[in-house]
């Protein structure tokens, strides 16, 4: 069973970077894919970027040249660097393994002040 956690959200101005961590424990290998979504408030939860361990990236359309997503499977770390962030990026992120019926950290808040 595989345990997310996400660290490394807060509050940046619009223009901002941040960069986001999920640390992964509780098997020997990351799975095959992971991901960041985000929730905002009244919204759905939206994929924002995923990664497949050979390397294959998908991004939402809203933030593709501005997130970039990676993997040290070494670590068991994936990471989500956010540029250019602006207050439509403001939302709870959340690191998942597996794919929607995989696995699931508790979200990490990102908000971005105009």
């Known amino acids: 069973q595989v345990q997310l956690v996400e660290s490394g959200g807060g509050l940046v101005q619009a223009g901002g970077s941040l960069r986001l961590t999920c640390a992964s424990s509780g098997s020997m290998f990351m799975p095959y894919i992971m991901g960041w979504y985000r929730q905002a408030p009244g919204k759905s939860r939206e994929l924002v970027a995923s990664?497949?361990?050979?390397?294959?990236?998908n991004y939402a359309s809203s933030v593709k040249g501005r997130f970039t997503i990676s993997r040290d499977n070494n670590k068991n770390t994936v990471y989500l660097q956010m540029n250019s962030l602006s207050p439509e990026d403001t939302a709870v992120y959340y690191c998942n393994a597996g794919g929607v019926y995989g696995a699931w950290g508790q979200g990490t808040q990102v908000t971005v002040s105009s």
């Open positions: 990664l497949s361990r050979g390397g294959a990236t």
